[in-house]
C-alpha cells in the first residue's frame, strides 16, 4: 500500500508492495559481539540466583546438615581416630566443595528449563555462536556457585577454622575452579536432556556419588583397594584434597592428626601436589566444556 500527495513538492510516503522482499540486515558477527553474548547469558544466571531466595536457602540445607548435623553426631564415635581434631574442622572442606557442587548443578539445569519453556530456541536461533551461550551459562553458573561458597566460608569459624586472608583467598579461588568444571559438566549432560524430572534423578544418580567418594567424609588413605581406585578416578577428589590442605596448614594440629586426617592423594605412593590438583580440574573444566560445546553445536 502506497499514500501520496497531490500537493507539488509534497514528501511522498511509500510502504512495501505486494510482493515486494523486505531485507532484514543481520549483524556481523565479531570479537565484540561474541563477548557481549556471553556478558548477556552470564548476566542473566545471575540475575535469576538474585530474584530466587528460596533457591538460596535450600541450596545451603544440605551442607549445613552434613557439616552441623551429621558432624556434631559422630564426633563422639570419631574423637579416637581425629587425634583430638574436631569433626567438622576435617569435614569443612568437603562441605565447601558439596555446596559448589550441588549449587553450580542446579545452575546447569537452567538449560533443561528454558529447553520446556521454549527459551532456548530464541537462544539458539540469535546472531552469535551457540559457543556463546555455553561459555556464558559455564561462567554464570560458576559465579552463583562462588557466591554460594562464600556464604560457607564465612562459617568457618564456626567450626575451629581461621580466618587466615591467604587461605580464604586460595579456597575461593579453588571454589571457583570446581563451580566452572561442575558447572561444565553439568551442562553436558542437560545439553541431550529434555525433561527436568530426567534431570533431577541423573543429577542424583551422578553427583551423590561423587561426593561420598571424594574423601569429603573420610581420609582418603587406608581404604580398600576398590574404593581407593575410585576415589583416584573421582574429579571431586582434586578439588578437596587441596583445600583441605589449605586449611590443615593454617591449623595447629600435632604430626599424628596430620598424618591421619590430611594424607593427601598419592599416585603409586608419590603425594600429587596440590597446584597439579588444581590444573586437573580446570583441565577437566575445559574437557568438558569443550564436549558441551560440541553437543550444544549439534542440537536441532
Same mark, same amino acid.
Given at each position: 500500500?502506497s #499514500?501520496?500527495?497531490?500537493r ?12 515486494? *522482499?523486505v531485507? $532484514? ?5 565479531s ?8 556478558? *548477556? ?17 535450600t541450596t545451603? $540445607? ?7 548435623v551429621? &558432624? ?5 564415635l ?8 574436631s569433626?567438622? #574442622? @576435617? ?8 555446596? =559448589?557442587? @550441588?549449587?553450580? %548443578?542446579?545452575?546447569a ?7 520446556? /519453556? ?14 556463546s *551461550?555455553? +561459555?556464558?551459562?559455564?561462567?554464570g ?11 560457607v566460608?564465612?562459617?568457618?569459624g564456626?567450626?575451629? $577454622? !581461621?580466618?587466615?586472608?591467604? %587461605? +580464604?583467598?586460595?579456597i ?7 563451580? @566452572?568444571s561442575i558447572?561444565? /559438566? ?13 534431570? %533431577?534423578?541423573?543429577m542424583?544418580?551422578?553427583?551423590? !556419588? ?10 582418603p588413605? &587406608?581404604?580398600?583397594?576398590?574404593l ?13 584434597? !587441596?583445600?583441605?590442605?589449605?586449611? /590443615? ?10 598424618a ?21 580440574? =580446570?583441565?577437566?573444566g575445559?574437557?568438558?566444556l569443550?564436549i558441551?560445546?560440541?553437543? @550444544?553445536?549439534?542440537?536441532?
Amino acid at each position: 500500500m502506497s #499514500t501520496t500527495t497531490d500537493r507539488p513538492g509534497a514528501e511522498t510516503a511509500t510502504g512495501p508492495t505486494p510482493g515486494e *522482499i523486505v531485507r $532484514v540486515t543481520v549483524p556481523k558477527r565479531s570479537v565484540g559481539s561474541e563477548l557481549r553474548a556471553i556478558k *548477556i547469558v552470564w548476566r542473566r544466571e545471575l540475575i535469576r540466583y538474585r530474584s530466587d531466595r528460596l533457591r538460596m536457602a535450600t541450596t545451603l $540445607v544440605q551442607p549445613l546438615l552434613f557439616l552441623f548435623v551429621l &558432624g556434631s553426631g559422630l564426633q563422639r564415635l570419631s574423637s579416637a581416630g581425629t587425634h583430638g581434631v574436631s569433626l567438622k #574442622t @576435617f569435614i569443612y572442606p568437603g562441605i565447601l566443595c558439596i555446596a =559448589v557442587m @550441588f549449587t553450580a %548443578m542446579f545452575s546447569a539445569a537452567s538449560i533443561v528449563w528454558d529447553r520446556e /519453556f521454549g527459551f532456548l530456541r530464541e537462544m539458539m536461533v540469535a546472531p552469535v555462536r551457540r559457543s556463546s *551461550i555455553v +561459555i556464558g551459562k559455564c561462567l554464570g553458573g560458576a559465579s552463583v556457585a562462588g557466591i554460594q561458597g562464600v556464604i560457607v566460608i564465612c562459617l568457618a569459624g564456626l567450626v575451629g $577454622v !581461621p580466618y587466615a586472608p591467604l %587461605m +580464604i583467598l586460595g579456597i575461593f579461588v579453588l571454589q571457583l575452579l570446581l563451580a @566452572f568444571s561442575i558447572t561444565a /559438566f553439568g551442562v553436558m549432560i542437560a545439553i541431550r536432556i529434555k525433561q527436568m524430572q530426567s534431570f %533431577m534423578g541423573v543429577m542424583q544418580m551422578i553427583v551423590t !556419588p561423587m561426593f561420598f567418594i571424594s574423601g569429603a567424609l573420610f581420609p582418603p588413605s &587406608g581404604l580398600p583397594g576398590w574404593l581407593a581406585v575410585l576415589n583416584r578416578l573421582d574429579p571431586l577428589s582434586y578439588a578437596v584434597d !587441596p583445600m583441605r590442605r589449605l586449611v /590443615f596448614n593454617h591449623l595447629s594440629i600435632s604430626p599424628a592428626a596430620r598424618a591421619a586426617l590430611d594424607p593427601g592423594i598419592t599416585w603409586w605412593g608419590w603425594r600429587v601436589p596440590s597446584l597439579l590438583e588444581a590444573g586437573m580440574v =580446570v583441565v577437566l573444566g575445559l574437557a568438558m566444556l569443550g564436549i558441551a560445546i560440541w553437543q @550444544f553445536s549439534r542440537t536441532e
